[in-house]
């Protein structure tokens, strides 16, 4: 848990100066398009909350929410031009969503073997 409350915080770090440092990047398009890293990591916190209560629901919250942030992220480089488009700083962080969401994929995998391992079967 306290993974995904890092890894959540991390993620609204990262789109918040990517929204309020639009002008200094010099990217085309508009600064609410840095503000889907915030989505990710709010969805994230909330996931986080419901492990205190449901530790399961939580946990594979937490999971779908970091699967749908690679995917969008996956999907969002590719729509800017793919790996070639890296040199921008719009993908780059994008790119760092992606790796922030990739981390939080194998923690909460990792979770969820435990889980399975301790809990007793329904």
Not at 6 to 15: E, T
Not at 27 to 43: D, K, R
Not at 53 to 73: D, E, N, T, W
């Amino acid at each position: 848990m306290f993974l995904t409350i890092l890894n959540a915080v991390c993620l609204i770090i990262l789109g918040l100066a990517g929204f309020f440092k639009w002008e200094s990047l010099n990217a085309s398009g508009t600064p609410t398009e840095m503000l889907m890293p915030v989505f990710f990591g709010g969805a994230l916190l909330i996931c986080a909350g419901f492990t205190r209560v449901h530790y399961r629901h939580g946990l594979y919250g937490g999971l779908i929410i970091a699967l749908l942030g690679v995917c969008s992220a996956i999907y969002r480089i590719y729509q800017y031009g793919g790996i070639s488009s890296l040199s921008e700083a719009k993908p780059r962080l994008i790119a760092a969503m992606g790796a922030l969401c990739i981390l939080q994929l194998i923690a909460a995998w990792k979770a969820v073997q435990d889980d399975r391992e301790i809990a007793p079967p329904i």
